[in-house]
């Protein structure tokens, strides 16, 4: 069986790109990149890092990232979709970074 190719991508999609996950606190965080750290270890070291939102500075208004650089080959639509179902799973998003 081969691979659905097939992933809504905008035009512009760079496969070397590094992905962001976009989480809402630092406990989804780590958990997502325990996650993927163990399910895809091709992914190399994750980075964590916490984005506070313009003008705030109190901690619980801030949106925490999840920095995955991508595989030697390029992101493939299975690992995309791998980092989707991961930041929906932790009431996120992903996007290019």
């Avoid at 992933?7 to 070397?16: A, C, E, L, W, Y």
């Avoid at 506070?52 to 801030?62: I, K, M, N, P, T």
């Amino acid at each position: 069986m081969t691979e659905d190719l097939t992933i809504d991508q905008p035009d512009d999609f760079n496969p070397s790109a590094r992905q962001l996950l976009v989480l809402p606190d630092r406990d989804a965080a780590e958990e997502a990149t325990e996650e993927l750290s163990a399910n895809h270890p091709d992914l190399g070291e994750l980075e964590i890092v916490r984005d506070a939102l313009a003008g705030e500075d109190d901690a619980e208004d801030a949106q925490w990232l999840v920095v995955v650089e991508p595989p030697e080959d390029g992101w493939t639509p299975g690992l995309l979709r791998a980092l989707d179902a991961v930041a929906i799973e932790h009431e996120g998003w992903r996007e290019e970074g």
